[in-house]
């Protein structure tokens, strides 16, 4: 019914930049959220921060000043602009979402494949 679908992950050094794209398709009605967690290795997945319909945003505290959300709207696709990248940013990148789809009562949440990030000198 939906699917999200990522892509822009990638090895980079230490201060490099990487922007991440995910963009959600099918029997969409009302996309409620859109955004991103992370989960490096042998870590628990953690928030990294979202897009709210309405237009606001929120951050994790580790990547505030450094990682931007943007969204295009006619695409239905969320960006993570991740600038002044760190070693400990490494991890899988998972874009989430909150969608209701058209043939559901309700929403629910969708994930995407994940895409990998390496930061490493």
């Known amino acids: 019914q939906v699917q999200l679908v990522e892509s822009g992950g990638g090895f980079v050094q230490p201060g490099g930049s990487l922007k991440l794209s995910c963009t959600a398709s099918?029997?969409?009605?009302?996309?409620?959220?859109m955004g991103w967690y992370h989960q490096a290795p042998g870590k628990q997945p953690e928030l990294v921060g979202t897009?709210?319909?309405?237009?606001?945003?929120n951050y994790a505290d580790s990547v505030k000043g450094r990682f931007t959300i943007s969204r295009d709207n006619a695409k239905n696709t969320v960006y993570l602009q991740m600038n002044n990248l760190k070693p400990e940013d490494t991890a899988v990148y998972y874009c989430?979402?909150?969608?209701?789809?058209?043939?559901?009562?309700?929403?629910?949440?969708?994930w995407g494949q994940g895409t990998q990030v390496t930061v490493s000198s």
């Open positions: 897009w709210r319909n309405g237009g606001t945003t």
């Open positions: 099918g029997n969409i009605q009302t996309i409620y959220t």
């Open positions: 989430n979402a909150v969608i209701k789809a058209k043939s559901d009562y309700q929403p629910r949440a969708y």
